[in-house]
């Protein structure tokens, strides 16, 4: 049952139903009060529960789902009629020291009022006044919670309350230091951390929660919610990295997730420094060992990546922003190599975040948000293999999952399971049935790590996979399903007919700025191979779904100047400030250059602005939604992408010796760069 761990971190229904009177003598209004009692709402996320999608803050109306029916949260601010205006301090305090109304009625304990009995009274005083006179009124009716029968009926709470109810407010430790007791106070109280990170005993109740929090091994050591996994908070990273976390949302080691981005959003983001070092310092405390050493990460077996399944699914759909050595790309994508949200016995989080996808917490540090896809059309056996993979590369060492536990969250979420779209994605991992799964692998490998690998003849920081996303297995992206069919085919820039091998070698010459490889090497022909078995059963002349780029309307006149600003906004985050790309920690280009010495050149089809504005329009910038798979952009309208195109096209880049041969029959496109 989650009757009382709706969300992560998330504080709960409060005032269920309820409006009552306010003291003609209550505390008088005072900015600086009320400015306290603001910082208070956000070290208990007042706004999280108590604010509907797209209403009016405090106003109530979010549906929280639990086994035994629904809950609404009610309309906190001081509206007379529909909200608390009329509540009387004492009331107010009832409520949240002991979970019972002004009328006598019990509330729901989704409400944490065991934590916020341990507010102080200045803070109670102050969170009141801040309700009352910090926040506008809205006229909004409650809904009526809908739970089924007898959890409708309130007496029953009585005798929970008596067992597990309100306690006294804190009280500070005397052999621990003032930062260590204000963190205790925040962690136990308005913070209610616990109510989320700690496991539940048969009557729902929070398991060892203490006067001072340090005693008892189940406090904070992680607990499952709503297809969630609340991880342990007594074996967390350094105070510093705990503090950069809940500021920022991320860290060297993790990124938050599910719901907890809310919280950093709406909450933790907003905290002093001194409170946030506080907490960590309080935390930290918890672990009677010393620090805990990261597990060291360990460079992971070609054989493990390439000859497995398992491997080549998390090649495919992962490696892109995550990496093969799993470290991840900083402040950007999250490592995987040793992140203890993954690495928790119990599997739910990660489970849920291949399954639903993920988006990045919006902060005042970090306001661009990233996304992840979801992968819930990819089938339980081969999200139960990525997930293990994961969890048992680089050092981690975690147990496996099983498809029925991929089924089971995914019954939760109530996913489907199967996509609809009519473009297939084709798994590298199938290339292992094939009797030449070397030479195939080996080709998609020369598509996705071109510069690594043929180091002579790519000339700059692009690979083949960085236009024909995840080595050509992306719909809009140039995918390489069908491709092979249609050659020999009659090229309208060589005024000739060419054949598949010259197509390739056209993309080492410009795109990557290099030399040709040999038609009968044995790279060539590995990526031929590859080709070939991408093709699947097209044949000449058929339409494919999801060939190509897609459209854009080249009608449209470029704002060189937006360009600049969608650049920025956009595409900096992985291609750099001056188009300059992110490179790994090995040297190595993570995200290419887009401009300059190591760019394609301007024989290549992305330096033509309407060609540009296409791929960008389709499947740019990455990583900013959940949609499966990665890329599948759609966040730009067509003149923001001509825009954008035409400022980084133009860019200084290298030039193209042969640019004189092209269109000898004419068919000179409008936006040739010569």
């Not at 208990?44 to 797209?54: E, F, I, P, R």
């Not at 908070?233 to 705990?242: G, K, N, S, Y």
């Not at 001194?274 to 990460?297: R, V, W």
Request: glycine share 10%; proline share 5%.
């Amino acid at each position: 049952m989650n009757l009382f761990l709706k969300a992560i971190c998330f504080v709960s229904v409060c005032f269920v139903g309820a409006a009552y009177s306010l003291n003609a003598g209550a505390t008088q209004n005072s900015n600086e009060l009320i400015k306290r009692g603001e910082y208070l709402s956000h070290l208990g996320d007042c706004v999280a529960c108590h604010t509907n999608k797209g209403g009016k803050p405090m106003a109530g109306g979010l549906e929280l789902m639990t086994p035994f029916g629904a809950l609404y949260s009610t309309n906190i601010t001081p509206d007379k009629k529909t909200g608390i205006g009329e509540y009387t301090f004492d009331q107010f305090d009832r409520a949240m020291r002991k979970g019972v109304a002004a009328d006598g009625h019990n509330l729901y304990p989704a409400m944490p009022y065991p934590s916020y009995s341990k507010m102080t009274d200045d803070d109670m005083h102050a969170l009141y006044q801040y309700l009352m006179f910090g926040v506008t009124p809205v006229e909004q009716k409650n809904i009526p919670n809908q739970m089924k029968w007898p959890y409708n009926m309130r007496w029953g709470l009585s005798f929970w309350n008596i067992l597990f109810g309100g306690s006294k407010p804190y009280t500070s430790n005397p052999s621990q230091s003032v930062q260590w007791n204000r963190g205790a106070y925040i962690v136990q109280g308005m913070g209610h951390c616990g109510s989320c990170h700690t496991p539940r005993g048969l009557l729902f109740q929070e398991k060892a929660m203490s006067q001072d929090g340090s005693s008892g091994k189940f406090f904070l050591s992680g607990s499952t919610v709503d297809s969630w996994h609340a991880v342990n908070l007594r074996d967390l990273w350094t105070a510093p990295e705990i503090v950069t976390f809940l500021k920022t949302g991320k860290n060297q080691h993790a990124t938050a997730y599910g719901t907890m981005t809310e919280v950093i959003g709406l909450s933790t983001q907003h905290f002093t420094d001194d409170d946030l070092m506080a907490i960590a310092i309080y935390l930290k405390s918890l672990n009677n060992e010393a620090d805990m050493q990261s597990q060291p990460i360990v460079a992971i077996e070609k054989s493990q990546l390439y000859k497995t399944k398992n491997g080549l699914s998390y090649y495919q759909f992962c490696s892109t922003c995550h990496l093969s050595d799993g470290k991840g790309i900083p402040k950007v994508f999250p490592p995987l190599a040793g992140n203890k949200s993954i690495l928790s016995d119990d599997p739910t989080s990660v489970v849920h975040v291949v399954l639903s996808g993920w988006q990045s917490a919006s902060t005042k540090i970090n306001h661009r948000i990233v996304g992840m896809p979801a992968y819930g059309s990819l089938d339980d056996s081969e999200l139960a293999g990525i997930i293990t993979f994961i969890r048992s590369s680089w050092g981690n060492n975690a147990p496996a999952v099983t498809a029925t536990q991929v089924k089971a969250v995914r019954n939760q979420l109530q996913l489907e399971s199967a996509s609809k779209s009519k473009f297939v994605t084709p798994r590298f991992s199938s290339m292992l049935d094939k009797t030449n799964s070397s030479q195939l692998v080996y080709g998609m490998r020369l598509m996705s790590e071109t510069g690594t690998l043929l180091p002579e003849n790519a000339g700059n920081s692009l690979n083949c996979s960085s236009c024909h996303t995840n080595a050509g297995t992306v719909a809009n992206a140039s995918p390489y399903i069908g491709v092979a069919a249609q050659f020999p085919a009659y090229a309208p820039r060589a005024g000739k007919v060419i054949d598949l091998e010259d197509r390739i070698n056209g993309c080492f010459k410009r795109s990557m700025n290099g030399k040709a490889l040999a038609k009968d090497s044995t790279e060539m022909k590995a990526m031929i191979a590859y080709m070939n078995w991408i093709n699947g059963p097209y044949k000449k002349g058929d339409q494919i779904p999801g060939r190509g780029i897609g459209k854009i309307d080249k009608t449209l006149v470029p704002d060189v100047d937006n360009g600049k600003v969608v650049y920025q906004a956009q595409c900096a985050v992985c291609h750099g400030n001056n188009g300059e790309g992110v490179k790994k920690a090995d040297g190595r280009y993570a995200f290419p250059m887009v401009w300059g010495d190591e760019s394609f050149n301007l024989g290549a089809g992305m330096a033509r602005t309407y060609t540009a504005a296409a791929f960008i329009k389709q499947n740019m910038p990455m990583g900013h939604n959940t949609k499966f798979p990665l890329g599948q952009g759609s966040s730009l309208t067509d003149q923001e992408a001509v825009d954008v195109a035409e400022y980084f096209s133009h860019m200084s880049r290298p030039d193209f010796s042969d640019k004189n041969k092209d269109w000898p029959n004419g068919e000179k496109p409008k936006d040739a760069r010569y």
